[in-house]
């Protein structure tokens, strides 16, 4: 069964075809990082109106790359929610057009179920090995969820943050740091080169509960960053390299820490046989580390391309559902809010 997987809830225009929920025939996102950037965030409006332009070209190369075209599809999912309303609006509408001119069936997913699903692609099996239940850690630039995964389609959300999302926080501390956006991959990067060292930042603690909480992090950077001279800038000369790597570097590491300490924490209250790692934090290569070093069940975790959004991990998620029977009807609407168990 081929399905074409359309994702437009943020920044990327992202179409992929996935043959049975795990085959990988193509998958190309179209990213609006560098039109957002110099904004230093991401700009809903412009977001739809660049998904406007780009999805259809985006279809036929995703089309044409996986050696099919619309007649060999067998049917079209659409992340529906959660995410930017306008933004969601045009990938909907688009898979909407799609299937009608194929009467093909219509699958509405969730943008937090379709990063679980990337754990599917590639070569990992996570229902025969480490198999269900599992405890998935999908962490975002908009959320930081655990999901207890009982099943296909069976989700209970066990935690999440209190305030910022971990992707948020990554955000924020590279605005503060001058490092650009996105901020992730900016503080990953800094963070390895040699640093001028400083003290670890407090972890954050939040008792008796599998909930993060990040934004104290955020306001210890402000206050690290004050103290050290470097913000807000002064001038036009660049920041030090060497305090900015130290700073950085301990950053990501408590963020880090924290969410592998809440993760395996919740991974043994659940008595769960693997951990799923998700959403574009999970591209970062010391929370990837650190999981798999510390964790005492198996970690799956995708190539940080399929971490970050994609059409694949939609067109994974819809298979499961397709196979059990689902489809949506024409009315499917965008739910920008919506949540996942
Ligand atoms: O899942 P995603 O691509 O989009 C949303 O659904 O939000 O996640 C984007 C977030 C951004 O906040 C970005 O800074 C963060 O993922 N991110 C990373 C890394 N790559 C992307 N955070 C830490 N380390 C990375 N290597
Ligand atoms: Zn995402």
Not at 115 to 144: K, Q, R
Not at 254 to 267: C, H, R
């Amino acid at each position: 069964m081929k399905i074409l997987g359309i994702e437009t809830s943020c920044d990327e225009t992202a179409v992929a075809v996935v043959e049975d929920g795990r085959r990988l025939l193509s998958n190309i996102v179209a990213t609006q990082v560098e039109m957002h950037a110099k904004y230093g965030g991401i700009v809903p409006e412009l977001a739809s109106r660049q998904h406007m332009i780009t999805m259809l070209p985006v279809v036929e190369q995703a089309l044409e790359r996986a050696g099919t075209d619309l007649s060999d599809i067998d049917g079209v999912a659409v992340t529906h929610g959660p995410g930017l309303a306008g933004a969601l609006l045009v990938g909907v509408n688009s898979a909407k057009g799609l299937a009608l001119a194929k009467n093909l069936p219509l699958i509405g997913i969730n943008h937090l179920e379709g990063h679980v699903y990337a754990g599917w692609l590639e070569d990992h099996e996570p229902e025969t090995s480490p198999g269900f239940p599992l405890m998935c850690l999908i962490a975002s630039g908009g959320h930081t969820d655990l999901i207890l995964m009982k099943g296909h389609g069976e989700f209970r959300l066990v935690g999440r943050t209190r305030d910022d999302a971990a992707g948020e926080a990554f955000d924020k501390a590279a605005r503060i740091l001058e490092l650009g956006f996105p901020g992730g991959p900016a503080i990953q990067k800094i963070a390895e080169m040699p640093a001028v060292q400083t003290e670890p930042f407090t972890r954050p603690l939040v008792r008796d509960s599998l909930d993060f909480s990040f934004s104290g992090l955020k306001s210890a950077m402000v206050r690290r960053a004050q103290e050290k001279e470097l913000y807000p800038k002064k001038g036009d000369d660049p920041l030090d390299a060497g305090i900015v790597a130290g700073l950085a570097a301990e950053f990501q590491a408590a963020i880090v820490d924290s969410m592998v300490d809440k993760t395996l924490q919740a991974a043994a209250e659940y008595n769960v046989n693997g951990i799923v790692l998700g959403g574009g934090v999970a591209a970062n290569a010391l929370l990837r580390r650190e999981m798999a070093r510390r964790s005492p069940v198996e970690v799956v975790v995708p190539s940080p391309k399929l971490c970050t959004d994609n059409g694949a991990m939609i067109g994974a998620a819809a298979y499961f559902r397709m196979r059990d029977g689902f489809r949506y009807e024409w009315d499917l609407d965008v739910v920008p809010g919506l949540g996942l168990g």
